[in-house]
């Protein structure tokens, strides 16, 4: 917690409580004071500008990977929050394919204990099965009982219907939420792109959307059956969106769904250059399954955008298509993505990306909460106004692997507090 005064000065404060023009003041780590012209010249006071800037509480990040232990070369917990931290994020929660995985009490203690000097908060997920295998349920009761909150075995789904309604009974025992990494591995076997009009084109074996619809339809009918909390990632097509959609509108409300900026703004042409920076899991899909998300977003349907951060070092990208390891770079890019391209207002984005993913993760002390005195000083200030261009080379990721390199993009976080410490100032990191 840091001891330093801070006023945040001239700016449009953005909560779920709604909208009003006032300045914060931060002291001993927690808001001090809301409201409009408070004092700038008290001596050992910074004053950092929000004039024309909107100042919310922290984004939160429910699936980020953060590659340590096993894959520093590609990222680190300290260079990810950095980037998180540069992005408007005050909490990112860590996805559990490292090396080794994070499937017990010993890996998601040394995450914790790595992370105590981050630029934000990183709560570890733990994995559903040992060795994220699909096999053998992973000990979620140790995890669970050191704070993690979300398990999954991200990378892969859970195959086995039966191992999974297993899982959600147990975590329906213990409060957690289970998010999935919906994708039938028989169906999506071979594919390294979207099976559409595209691949036929590049002549590119396709990864069929149907592989993402039949495991979202029978975790649905799972989590009807065993009333525990779902959370299905990373959704990509439109059929998904649908399947989600039905069963909110039939009264199944322990589901909720995640989209990503990559998903809601590229589509499958993306790849016309055979460039494997555009290759994910699951794939860009068509422009119809975007504006599918679009809509999902807009309905109700996705509750919250997740940037699915997967940073991977060159060697790991500058392959063929099909050598490629899937993902892309997205913490510092994914605010100002979802202000460049969808049609909807700085609240709802600052919702789907603040205060509703700290509410779906269970995250405590203030994260996404309201700015009122007394809250833990988690915030960011973001100027809806300025336009800048993705340069990779600039970014504070280990890795360069963004789609968006060269892309102009509208919106960019000025000032991030983590705890009432101000780790980025104009721009720049401060750690």
């Known amino acids: 917690m840091s001891e330093r005064r801070v006023l945040v000065h001239g700016g449009t404060v953005v909560d779920a409580t709604g909208a009003r023009r006032a300045d914060v003041l931060v002291a001993g780590g927690v808001i001090a004071e809301v409201g409009p012209h408070l004092e700038r010249g008290r001596r050992g006071t910074l004053a950092l500008d929000a004039e024309g800037c909107v100042v919310a509480p922290g984004l939160v990040d429910v699936h980020t990977h953060l590659r340590e232990p096993g894959g520093e070369e590609a990222e680190t917990l300290e260079s990810g929050s950095r980037a998180a931290a540069l992005g408007g994020f005050t909490a990112v929660v860590a996805m559990p394919n490292t090396e080794p995985p994070a499937d017990s009490a010993e890996v998601v203690r040394y995450v914790l204990e790595r992370a105590r000097t981050a630029c934000c908060s990183v709560q570890p997920a733990g994995c559903i099965t040992v060795g994220r295998q699909g096999k053998v349920l992973a000990p979620m009761a140790e995890m ?8 999954t075995d991200d990378g892969h789904g859970v195959q086995d ?19 999935q990494h919906c994708e039938d591995d028989a169906l999506a076997a071979g594919g390294c792109m979207n099976e559409g009009e ?91 399954d975007v504006e599918a998300l679009r809509q999902g977003l807009a309905d109700g349907t996705i509750d919250v955008i997740a940037t699915d951060h997967a940073p991977h070092s060159p060697e790991a990208k500058q392959v063929t298509m099909c050598e490629a390891a899937p993902g892309m770079v997205g913490l510092e890019t994914a605010l100002a993505v979802a202000l460049t391209d969808l049609a909807l207002p700085i609240a709802d984005v600052l919702a789907l990306m603040s205060w509703r993913p700290a509410r779906l993760a269970g995250l405590g002390d203030g994260q996404g909460g309201p700015l009122v005195p007394g809250a833990p000083a988690h915030l960011c200030v973001v100027d809806p106004a300025r336009g800048w261009v993705v340069d990779p080379a600039k970014l504070a990721s280990k890795s360069r692997n963004t789609p968006f390199a060269g892309r102009r993009l509208q919106g960019r976080v000025r000032h991030t507090l983590y705890a009432g410490e101000p780790v980025v100032i104009g721009e720049e990191a401060q750690r």
């Open 198 to 288: 595209w691949s036929s084109r590049l002549g590119l074996p396709g990864r069929s959307s149907l592989a993402e619809e039949v495991m979202v339809e029978r975790d649905l009918a799972l989590a009807r059956l065993t009333g525990a909390r779902l959370h299905l990632m990373h959704l990509s097509s439109a059929a998904a969106v649908a399947a989600v959609r039905r069963a909110k509108a039939a009264g199944l409300a322990n589901v909720s769904a995640e989209a990503t900026p990559h998903h809601l703004s590229l589509t499958d042409e993306a790849l016309a250059g055979y460039d494997p920076v555009f290759k994910v899991n699951p794939p860009l899909r068509a422009r119809a």
């Open 144 to 151: 669970a009982g050191l704070g993690v909150r979300l398990f």
């Open 161 to 179: 219907p039966s191992l999974m309604r297993r899982a959600l009974e147990y975590a329906s025992s213990l409060g957690v939420v289970v998010a």
